[in-house]
């Protein structure tokens, strides 16, 4: 079966580190565009970083840049962000999913997976 599957959300406080999987099964990840999403509550689902295939290059919202670091494992067939000096404004329910180009303004318009909820709370 070819999914994606997202992991590692929690509660975190400000200031504090996460870091998400994003496992694949079914295909070779590292052959695929990766983005990841994140969706706060009433708040459409937004692009915020994303990985080429093959590593060649990398994308951050401004948002998040300087925090966030997105990452593979070919072995694992995985692809990691890496969350660090968390804000409350970036608790959302975070989502990855192949893309088809690493740029500003990635999207995806197929089905989602059911994510992983990151909140940031004190």
């Known amino acids: 079966q070819v999914q994606l599957v997202e992991s590692g959300g929690g509660l975190v406080q400000p200031g504090g580190s996460l870091r998400l999987s994003c496992a694949a099964s079914?295909?070779?990840?590292?052959?695929?565009?990766v983005g990841w999403f994140r969706q706060a509550p009433g708040q459409e689902r937004e692009g915020v970083v994303c990985?080429?295939?093959?590593?060649?290059?990398?994308y951050y919202a401004k948002s998040v840049k300087g925090r966030f670091a997105i990452s593979r494992d070919i072995a694992r067939n995985t692809v990691y962000l890496q969350m660090n000096s968390l804000k409350p404004e970036d608790t959302a329910v975070y989502y990855c999913?192949?893309?088809?180009?690493?740029?500003?303004?990635?999207?995806?318009?197929?089905?989602w997976g059911q994510g992983t909820q990151v909140t940031v709370s004190s």
């Open positions: 999913a192949n893309i088809l180009l690493c740029e500003s303004g990635f999207s995806y318009r197929g089905s």
């Open positions: 079914g295909f070779t990840l590292d052959y695929y565009s």
């Open positions: 990985i080429s295939s093959s590593n060649r290059s990398t």
